[in-house]
């Protein structure tokens, strides 16, 4: 008997055109499977706000329980225009994050060869970043409440919990990639000058983690200017670790110079693998198009070339990430957002067929 190499992953589509991306990256990397003598053995969950229409919430109590056993989860978007929008994060997208200490989010922000930026003038070499945001803590703690709702005298607070632990790790993550990449550059995301306790203690620490890596350059930048220096200076970035919120800001502000939001790809990474990671474009749901077919699935492919990297399929990764810079480069098959009128299938037969 052969023994092939197999792969359990748990898939959940959820909402939109994550229902149109997933099956789409999906057939892609079932071909690099086919190619590369390995099967990826699926199983979708049909969670999201149809389910939750029909039972009250996300997904079921023992969520977790039911992922664990897989190598990886791939999600597409939760969201609908139907539900209050914090309902489908809460539910589903923060308790897997959170639940499975996938503490490391990576969003690679790169533009491909063949797209033109929106930035003009800009080339392959200029945008080649990679986010390190915090995916656990910061921001997205959850802690907070309203008062005297509805009232002129309403009051909401949102509070962000930054610890030590968790700043520590996440900068510490951010420095090794650094290490490893040729310009061995990092940028971290800071507002010490607004926020005197969460961000002075974020700076301090990116400071003393320095001290470890004296071959990587390290640099802090308010957001606000750094959000401006990857529009006009963007070939003066590598790596950048900000916290939960400012890297979600930061990474569509990425996807959008490397041609559009259709193009972000994204692991939600838990290092240590105690816990399954889970691999998405960085997109959402995107009502507005979704039951189109016209959805880019660059951005879910990519995710999934990410994925097929994590589980130990790095040359499969390499030809999923060839095979779409092919197709761009080509200038053929190409979805609206990217100026084309290709829809999302036959941009995924595309690269399916240029594997
Ligand atoms: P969005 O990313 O869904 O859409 C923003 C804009 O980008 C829209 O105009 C959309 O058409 C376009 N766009 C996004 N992906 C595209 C693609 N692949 N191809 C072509 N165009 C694309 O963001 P939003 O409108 O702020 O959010 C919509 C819903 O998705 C909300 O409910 C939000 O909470 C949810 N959301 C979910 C996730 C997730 O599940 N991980 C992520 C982000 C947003
Ligand atoms: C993303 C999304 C999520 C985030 C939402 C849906 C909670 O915008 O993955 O970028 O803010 O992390
Ligand atoms: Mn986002």
Redesign the pocket.
């Given at each position: 008997m052969g023994t092939k190499r197999s792969y359990g992953i748990a898939v959940i589509a959820g909402d939109g055109i994550g229902l149109e991306v997933v099956p789409a990256a999906l057939s892609v990397l079932h071909e690099a499977g086919r190619q590369g003598g390995f099967t990826l053995e699926c199983k979708d969950f049909s969670w999201g706000c149809d389910y939750h229409a029909e039972n009250g919430y996300m997904m079921p109590e023992n969520a977790l329980e039911l992922l664990e056993p897989y190598n990886a989860i791939f999600l597409g978007a939760v969201?609908s225009p139907q539900i209050a929008e914090h309902v489908p994060?809460w539910g589903l997208?923060?308790p897997i994050r959170k639940g499975f200490d996938q503490y490391v989010n990576l969003r690679p922000m790169r533009l491909l060869p063949g797209i033109v930026s929106p930035l003009g003038g800009r080339g392959v070499k200029d945008v080649d970043m990679v986010c390190v945001r915090e995916n656990s803590e910061g921001e997205y703690s959850g802690i907070g409440k309203r008062r005297l709702i509805g009232t002129p005298g309403e009051v909401a607070e949102q509070t962000a919990i930054f610890t030590r632990r968790g700043v520590e790790r996440i900068v510490r993550y951010a420095f090794e990639l650094a290490s490893r990449r040729p310009r061995k550059m990092l940028a971290s995301a800071t507002k010490s000058n607004a926020l005197q306790h969460s961000m002075v203690m974020w700076d301090e620490i990116v400071d003393a983690i320095a001290e470890d890596y004296p071959s990587v350059w390290a640099t802090s930048y308010h957001i606000d200017a750094l959000a401006a220096r990857m529009v006009s200076h963007p070939q003066t970035l590598d790596v950048i670790v900000a916290s939960n919120l400012f890297g979600?800001i930061l990474?569509d502000l990425g996807a959008a110079i490397s041609g559009s939001l259709g193009m972000g790809a994204?692991g939600n990474i838990n290092p240590e693998r105690r816990y399954p990671s889970m691999f998405?474009a960085?997109h959402?749901s995107a009502p507005d198009i979704a039951g189109q077919g016209i959805a880019n699935p660059i951005g879910a492919t990519w995710a999934g070339a990410m994925l097929l990297q994590h589980i130990g399929e790095a040359e499969a990764a390499r030809r999923v990430m060839r095979a779409i810079e092919r197709v761009l480069l080509a200038g053929e098959a190409r979805t609206p957002d990217l100026g084309g009128d290709a829809t999302t299938e036959q941009m995924t037969a595309a690269i399916a067929a240029a594997l």
């Open positions: 969201g994060v997208v923060l979600d990474t994204s998405e960085i959402g």
